[in-house]
């Protein structure tokens, strides 16, 4: 990329987050600005998007857990989700290219070819938005996310299978192979050291075993970096290995998100016809929602998961530059999915950072269309007369458990969003259950009860305290607030909120650390000690 398309992306990102809209939207404008200048994408900036998207699907896999695709919500649920856009959109779309008058250029199997396109949601986005609001983890946040790794699937396979490029033999071989090499490659993960080795072993597991080796037999090279995610995302690494490669991803997107405003040149045409898939865009949110209730998801957990889904997809470009590239659709229509897909981020951006929000006043609505019976993610209940609860069951948070529990036993209850965490928990029998502390449900019915005395939010991440205090405060929590954090901008943060406590979590480290010192100092050399002290009171 040149000095311009560096300039203009930041300028443009950083309008954005003024306006406090993720800086993607900026990158996107910045796109189209560019074009409009004159710019090309070119190469170089093509390989920083493929490398971008590659390394998201690799992040997704070591967060993914086979076992939740297989979850009839996820598998079903997409499938079903996808045959009723298509069925529905592409009559609509044929018929609105009729009342122009035909100009469009569509028959019946471009406007399907059309409506598959439109059928998909933004991976980046979503992992983006779910990212910033602390909500990965969080049971919407893995709905969604195995909803758009299936959806990846199948736009994978549709593109394999419609070059009539098929995978060569060695792909029988390749899969197995890898994973009998699931064990190797944990044991490479688990001596990279830090820093700088950790991450180059990040771009070697997803770049060349990965995606070389899928690429190398005929398979898609995202899929093979999304398949390695998984193999390695058992391994207790998998987390910081994440963490190690965040920015770099983040960095690699950009070109992502300029890559598409440079598409092509936008025309009143191509921009009626985003303006009016955006128009369709509600149709497909409430599709995931009444899906997602059916399979016995709270309403909750329904709306903000189809909330993160609201958008048009990067694979539906991708659909849409094979069947330009195969002579089935005009070039045109690239343009136009390109405007939709940015016009849809535009607008659930503010969605996705207020849906809790939105969800608090129709709440009492959105509930009647819940299906009777036990839910998967029904809410944990106090029983035991527990006073005290901790959010985050990590080394902090386990750590604030036991000191809390030694102090007043009984009394303590831990939450996490992780399933497989609270499980761990349970056989050590700990008091834990699985809730999240930024479910509006959850506070509204613990806090009109008035069942907790102190919360302390220990979770991982900044924004899920951030987001955690402002549900608390929507709902008039009368207890004591107490949070961590890592850096002082955040304790600032924490306080502007109006959390009781905020404590520095390596400032108190340190702290114990020193005293800790300074009582074994004390006892093996207790004649320095004196003597240090005497001087310091002869100073003073």
């Not at 946040?141 to 758009?148: F, N, T």
């Not at 590239?325 to 897909?341: D, K, M, S, T």
């Given at each position: 990329m040149d000095a311009i398309l560096i300039a203009i992306a930041f300028l443009f990102g950083f309008v954005a987050q003024m306006f406090k809209l993720p800086p993607l939207v900026g990158f996107l404008v910045a796109g189209f600005v560019l074009r409009a200048l004159g710019k090309e994408g070119g190469e170089a900036l093509e390989t920083i998007s493929n490398l971008g998207v590659t390394l998201l699907l690799f992040s997704i896999g070591l967060k993914l857990r086979i076992r939740n695709l297989m979850r009839p919500e996820i598998w079903a649920g997409t499938s079903i989700h996808a045959s009723l856009v298509v069925l529905l959109f592409g009559p609509i779309v044929y018929g609105a290219s009729i009342l122009i008058g035909g100009a469009a250029g569509l028959d019946w199997k471009t406007s399907f070819l059309l409506a598959f396109a439109l059928s998909f949601s933004s991976t980046v986005f979503a992992v983006k938005s779910l990212t910033e609001n602390g909500?990965?983890?969080?049971?919407?946040?893995?709905?969604?996310?195995?909803?758009?790794?299936?959806?990846?699937?199948?736009?994978?396979?549709?593109?394999?299978?419609?070059t009539g490029k098929l995978p060569t033999w060695w792909a029988l071989i390749a899969i197995p192979l890898l994973l009998l090499l699931r064990p190797a490659l944990g044991w490479v993960l688990g001596r990279s050291g830090q820093g700088e080795l950790l991450a180059l072993c990040g771009l070697f597991l997803a770049l060349v075993v990965g995606a070389g080796a899928f690429e190398g037999v005929g398979l898609k090279a995202d899929l093979g970096a999304l398949f390695v995610g998984v193999l390695v995302g058992w391994h207790p690494r998998s987390s910081e290995l994440r963490k190690s490669l965040n920015r770099v991803t983040d960095l690699l997107l950009v070109g992502f998100f300029l890559q598409i405003g440079l598409e092509g040149s936008v025309t009143l045409s191509a921009l009626g016809w985003a303006a009016f898939f955006i128009l369709l865009l509600p149709l497909k949110s409430i599709g995931f929602f009444a899906?997602?209730?059916?399979?016995?998801?709270?309403?909750?957990?329904?709306?903000?998961?189809?909330?993160?889904?609201?958008?048009?997809?990067?694979?539906?470009?991708?659909?849409?530059?094979?069947?330009?590239?195969?002579?089935?659709?005009?070039?045109?229509?690239?343009?136009?999915?390109?405007?939709?897909?940015?016009?849809?981020?535009?607008?659930?951006?503010?969605?996705?950072?207020?849906?809790?929000?939105?969800?608090?006043?129709?709440?009492?609505?959105?509930?009647?269309?819940?299906?009777?019976?036990?839910?998967?993610?029904?809410?944990?209940?106090?029983?035991?007369?527990?006073?005290?609860?901790?959010?985050?069951?990590?080394?902090?948070?386990?750590?604030?458990y036991h000191s809390l529990e030694g102090r007043f036993p009984g009394r303590i209850i831990g939450f996490d969003?992780?399933?497989?965490?609270?499980?761990?928990?349970?056989?050590?029998?700990?008091?834990?259950?699985?809730?999240?502390?930024?479910?509006?449900?959850?506070?509204?019915?613990?806090?009109?009860?008035?069942?907790?005395?102190?919360?302390?939010?220990?979770?991982?991440?900044?924004?899920?305290?951030?987001?955690?205090?402002?549900?608390?405060?929507?709902?008039?929590?009368?207890?004591?607030?107490?949070?961590?954090?890592?850096?002082?901008?955040?304790?600032?943060?924490?306080?502007?909120?109006?959390?009781?406590t905020a404590f520095n979590l390596y400032a108190q480290a340190g702290g114990t650390f020193a005293r800790h010192v300074m009582e074994v100092f004390h006892q093996q050399r207790p004649d320095l000690s004196i003597t240090w002290m005497k001087e310091r009171d002869g100073e003073e």
């Open positions: 909500d990965l983890g969080a049971m919407h946040g893995r709905v969604a996310i195995g909803i758009l790794v299936m959806q990846d699937i199948i736009a994978v396979l549709f593109l394999t299978f419609s899906l997602l209730t059916r399979f016995h998801l709270r309403a909750r957990t329904s709306w903000m998961s189809a909330a993160a889904l609201s958008t048009y997809s990067e694979f539906g470009l991708i659909v849409m530059a094979l069947g330009v590239a195969q002579g089935w659709i005009g070039a045109e229509w690239l343009v136009a999915i390109a405007l939709a897909l940015s016009l849809s981020i535009f607008v659930a951006a503010p969605l996705n950072r207020r849906a809790e929000k939105l969800y608090d006043p129709i709440s009492d609505f959105l509930k009647k269309w819940e299906t009777k019976g036990s839910h998967r993610d029904d809410l944990p209940a106090i029983e035991n007369g527990e006073r005290v609860a901790i959010f985050g069951m990590g080394r902090v948070g386990m750590a604030a969003r992780d399933p497989v965490k609270v499980a761990a928990h349970v056989e050590a029998e700990r008091n834990v259950k699985a809730a999240d502390a930024t479910d509006s449900d959850f506070w509204e019915s613990v806090c009109p009860s008035d069942e907790l005395d102190l919360v302390v939010l220990a979770m991982p991440t900044h924004s899920a305290n951030m987001h955690a205090i402002e549900t608390l405060q929507r709902h008039n929590f009368r207890g004591v607030v107490a949070a961590s954090a890592v850096y002082d901008r955040e304790i600032k943060q924490l306080r502007a909120l109006g959390v009781d």
